[in-house]
């Protein structure tokens, strides 16, 4: 079974600071994805990493996959109160099978 | 487009019991798969239909069943409730379930087993 670790589970951080978000595997995945999830809602992608060393951004998110596409990265830079919220990296193994790590709440105070 | 219905958003059901919960996929979208979120064990993969085929299935009792109706539609089942499967079940789809397909999920149904 393949899994992922995910870390840290949980982050309190202040407006305006940096963080970064860990995804390991010891699998390689085909495509990893990052999630993010507020409560009482299902998870929404934010977005997928298909090739070894790919960095995507989304606005203040800067996304990696590893070299070996085992591991993923999520960094944040000047965090608001609005990314608080739970943060899920998913591997995927096809037929809409995603193995989820165990995610990481992130919560942005004011 | 509107996007994955799931219903009933939130339910309670007594040990024993069995539970029933529908999920409607993204228009044309073929291939709905089925989630259990719970605090201690995270999100965890069900089973997969495409077709009206379950194509793919996680590691959990039988008393975990799903089908898929020729509109896309699907439901899972739980029979004979146990306290352990309070959690929110989550339906996702996508247009064929293939590697790369983006995934979508609804808002989930919460499960309170008493």
Redesign the interface.
């Known amino acids: 079974t393949q899994l992922l670790e995910q870390s840290p589970q949980f982050l309190s951080i202040q407006e305006g600071e940096n963080l970064t978000v860990y995804c390991n595997s010891s699998s390689v995945f085909?495509?990893l994805?990052w999630?993010r999830q507020e409560p009482?809602?299902?998870?929404?992608?934010l977005v997928?990493v298909?090739t070894g060393g790919e960095v995507k951004k989304l606005k203040r998110l800067t996304f990696q996959f590893g070299d070996a596409r085992k591991d993923s990265s999520l960094h944040i830079t000047a965090a608001q109160p609005g990314d608080t919220g739970l943060y899920?990296c998913?591997g995927?193994q096809?037929?809409?099978?995603?193995?989820?790590?165990?995610?990481t709440r992130l919560t942005i105070n004011p | 487009k509107a996007g994955v219905t799931q219903t009933p958003r939130y339910l309670i059901k007594t040990r024993g019991q069995q539970v029933t919960l529908s999920c409607s996929p993204i228009s044309g979208h073929r291939s709905v798969s089925w989630y259990q979120q719970t605090p201690g064990q995270g999100l965890q993969f069900l089973f997969e239909y495409f077709s009206e085929t379950q194509r793919n299935k996680g590691n959990f009792p039988g008393r975990f069943s799903g089908r898929q109706f020729s509109n896309s539609r699907s439901e899972m089942n739980v029979s004979t409730l146990e306290l352990g499967d309070s959690a929110l079940y989550l339906c996702a789809s996508s247009a064929t379930g293939g590697l790369g397909n983006t995934i979508y999920f609804g808002e989930g149904s919460w499960l309170t087993v008493v």
């Open positions: 085909s495509s994805q999630y009482g809602e299902g998870p929404v992608l997928t298909v899920l998913a995927d096809g037929a809409q099978k995603l193995v989820f790590g165990q995610g």
